[in-house]
């Protein structure tokens, strides 16, 4: 499955990476997603601000509770597409009503 991903700007940090948004298309548990992202050193999230945010294989990953994701230092859309589905398989329990 590909996702419906926009390239919105040059990373600022990262010469010659850019900053993707896209959608999930699902929303996330935030219960269940900062439960999964604890076990990554350095992760944040919050469960009443509905976001989490953690670096992952050397690219800057930010979720919100509606399924949006923000992708940093990735080098074009076939990157992040890659990285979204991994982190699809990686955060699938914590979708609501997905799986």
Do not use: Q, W
Not at 4 to 15: F, L, N
Not at 18 to 41: P, Q, T
């Amino acid at each position: 499955m590909d996702y419906d991903i926009v390239i919105t700007r040059p990373c600022t940090d990262a010469p010659g990476r850019f900053i993707a948004e896209s959608s999930f298309g699902h929303r996330f548990n935030m219960d269940r997603l900062c439960a999964l992202v604890k076990a990554i050193d350095g992760a944040r999230c919050s469960e009443s601000l509905g976001v989490a945010k953690f670096d992952y294989n050397d690219k800057t990953v930010i979720l919100y509770r509606g399924g949006r994701i923000d992708l940093r230092k990735i080098k074009d859309v076939e990157d992040a597409n890659a990285i979204m589905k991994e982190l699809e398989a990686l955060l699938k329990e914590a979708f609501e009503n997905k799986y």
